[in-house]
């Protein structure tokens, strides 16, 4: 069993920026993928980003150069920076990882970016 905790969401402006963590309650050198997605109201969940255990990344064509996902292994942590916020990011995001062949999710935090 794994729980993920996301934390960091907000309000920000559009332009800015926000960091979303998401913390495993065991060893995330287990899990593979892990990644973070979205879903806005109305719309279906999207892919974010993931990152695989040996560390090679993946990013929707949206997100692509103004995201970065990464992990710390020590703390048992994944991030996403997220920078340039466009009001159309503004959805509740979700933590996602896989452990043998089990998908764990968060329970989402909310990301609202003003325009």
């Known amino acids: 069993q794994v729980q993920l905790v996301e934390s960091g969401g907000g309000l920000v402006q559009a332009g800015g920026s926000l960091r979303l963590s998401c913390a495993a309650s065991?060893?995330?050198?287990?899990?593979?993928?892990m990644g973070w997605y979205r879903q806005a109201p109305g719309k279906q969940r999207e892919l974010v980003a993931e990152?695989?255990?040996?560390?090679?990344?993946n990013y929707a064509d949206s997100m692509k150069g103004r995201f970065t996902i990464s992990t710390d292994n020590a703390k048992n942590t994944m991030a996403l920076q997220m920078n340039s916020l466009k009001p159309e990011d503004t959805a509740v995001y979700y933590c996602?990882?896989?452990?043998?062949?089990?998908?764990?999710w968060g329970q989402g935090t909310q990301v609202t970016v003003s325009s």
């Open positions: 990152i695989t255990s040996d560390g090679r990344t």
């Open positions: 065991r060893s995330i050198s287990s899990m593979n993928p």
């Open positions: 996602t990882a896989s452990r043998r062949g089990i998908s764990y």
